[in-house]
């Protein structure tokens, strides 16, 4: 069991985050972005870059080699409407997309937007984490906050046509 830390300071003990979230035992901060058969979208609000979304399995798996066929249409279907919202309503042109498979939750996918401000870090992969840090520590202000709540609401909105 790991003990998780929410947003709102209440600690929630789990045996995989990614289970806690896709079963509904956590809710997330700005609530679930949308839902299919197999898969399950939020914004990681610990890091607040508007836009950014994980996209996790339901099933407890690691591997992208484990997904069943459905499960593997259903994600590429999903992950491309998400990328498609993104563009659409938030002007996002590019995304970085990544997922380990040594990680401690279950299979999920970061789907990292790319703004200008991002470029000052680098540009590719070794760029990511200290966009993510300087994100999270430097960009907590209520205006920032905001602006990825709103993001939130216009992709859900948008994934529900
Ligand atoms: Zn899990």
């Known amino acids: 069991m ?21 079963n509904g035992v956590i809710e997330p901060e700005g609530g679930v972005v949308v839902e299919t058969e197999h898969f399950h979208a939020h914004q990681d609000v610990a890091y607040p870059i508007p836009g950014l979304i994980i996209l996790a399995s339901k099933r407890h798996l690691k591997s992208l080699d484990e997904l069943t066929e459905a499960e593997r249409l259903d994600y590429i279907t999903i ?41 000052e870090f680098g540009r590719s992969v070794e760029s990511v984490r200290p966009v993510l840090l300087h994100a999270r520590n430097e960009m907590n202000d209520d205006a920032n906050v905001r602006n990825v709540r709103q993001a939130i609401a216009a992709l859900t909105e948008e994934l529900k046509r």
């Open 2 to 22: 790991r003990t998780i830390t929410m947003a709102n300071g209440e600690a929630v003990e789990v045996e995989c985050l990614s289970c806690a979230l896709v």
């Open 79 to 119: 992950l491309s409407k998400i990328r498609k919202a993104q563009r659409e309503v938030l002007g996002i042109e590019s995304v970085y997309y990544f997922y380990n498979e040594d990680t401690t939750h279950h299979f999920h996918t970061w789907m990292v937007p790319r703004y200008g401000w991002m470029y």
